[in-house]
C-alpha cells in the first residue's frame, strides 16, 4: 500500500525557517517524481515544487523561487521542502504528492496527475 | 491568478448529472487531472488521462476535454459527492511548472 506520511510543520515566526518531510513506503520511492502542494486556510490548492527521480530536474512556482529548496533522498524514502524567510501567506496545509507524467499514444496526448497524496502538515507563520 | 479557469460553485439534484468545466491553453497539450476534496481531508484523485478513474473511484465519474476545456462530470450525483473539485495541468508557458484551477464547489441538493 503506497503511503506519503507529512511531517515537520508547526508554528514559526516571520523571517523564520521550517524543514518538512515526507516518508514514502509501499513503492520504488527512486522511480518517481515528487511534489509539494499547499493549500492556504479557506482557500484552494497551490503547486509548490516539484523534484525528479534523481533530483535532476527541480521546479518551484515563482512566490517560492529563492526562498523554498526541495530535495530528497532516495536512499531514505524521503523528500524534504526547506523553507526559509517564511511569510505569513505561506501559513497552509502542505501535502507531498507523487507524480506520474507520461505521453500515452493511445490517446495522442500527455498525461500529468498526482495519484498519492499524504495527509498534509500545517504550517503556520504568524507571529 | 490561475492558468487554470473553474466555475466557483456549482448545484445538482440528489441523483442528477452535473459537469465542471476547466478551460486553460496547457489543456491543448496536457490532459486534465481531477481531484475530489471534502473539508478536513487530503484530495483525492477521480479522473485523469481522456477519461481514467482510480481504483475505487465510482463510474458515475467521468472526464472529457475538447481544445483548452476538460470536463468533469459527475451522472446520478451522491450526497457523498459533495466537495470541492479541482483540475490541474502544466502550466501554459512550457517551464514545466504545475498548476491547479481555483477549484468548484459541488453542492448536493
Known amino acids: 500500500e503506497v503511503q506519503l506520511v507529512e511531517s515537520g510543520g508547526g508554528l514559526v515566526k516571520p523571517g523564520g525557517s521550517l524543514r518538512l518531510s515526507c516518508a514514502a513506503s509501499?513503492?520504488?520511492?527512486?522511480?518517481?517524481?515528487m511534489n509539494w502542494v499547499r493549500q492556504a486556510p479557506g482557500k484552494g490548492l497551490e503547486w509548490v515544487s516539484s523534484?525528479?527521480?534523481?533530483?535532476?530536474?527541480?521546479h518551484y512556482a515563482d512566490s517560492m523561487k529563492g526562498r523554498f529548496t526541495i530535495s530528497r533522498d532516495n536512499g531514505k524514502n524521503s523528500l524534504y521542502l526547506q523553507m526559509n524567510s517564511l511569510r505569513a501567506e505561506d501559513t497552509a496545509v502542505y501535502f507531498c504528492?507523487?507524480?506520474?507524467?507520461?505521453?500515452?499514444?493511445?490517446?495522442?496526448?500527455?498525461?500529468?496527475?498526482?495519484?498519492?497524496w499524504g495527509q498534509g502538515t500545517l504550517v503556520t507563520v504568524s507571529s | 491568478s490561475s492558468e487554470l479557469t473553474q466555475d466557483p460553485a456549482v448545484s445538482v439534484a440528489l441523483g442528477q448529472t452535473v459537469r465542471i468545466t476547466c478551460q486553460g491553453d496547457s489543456l491543448r497539450s496536457y490532459y486534465a487531472s481531477w481531484y475530489q476534496q471534502k473539508p478536513g481531508q487530503a484530495p483525492v484523485l477521480v479522473i485523469y488521462g481522456k477519461n481514467n478513474r482510480p481504483s475505487g473511484i465510482p463510474d458515475r465519474f467521468s472526464g472529457s476535454s475538447s481544445g483548452n476545456t476538460a470536463s468533469l462530470t459527475i451522472t446520478g450525483a451522491q450526497a457523498e459527492d459533495e466537495a470541492d473539485y479541482y483540475c490541474?495541468?502544466?502550466?501554459?508557458?512550457?517551464?514545466?511548472?504545475?498548476?491547479f484551477g481555483a477549484g468548484t464547489k459541488v453542492t448536493v441538493l
Open positions: 504528492a507523487r507524480e506520474m507524467e507520461y505521453f500515452d499514444s493511445s490517446v495522442v496526448g500527455r498525461l500529468y496527475y498526482f495519484d498519492y
Open positions: 523534484i525528479s527521480s534523481s533530483s535532476s530536474y527541480i
Open positions: 490541474n495541468s502544466r502550466d501554459s508557458s512550457g517551464s514545466h511548472l504545475g498548476v
Open positions: 509501499g513503492f520504488t520511492f527512486s522511480s518517481y517524481s
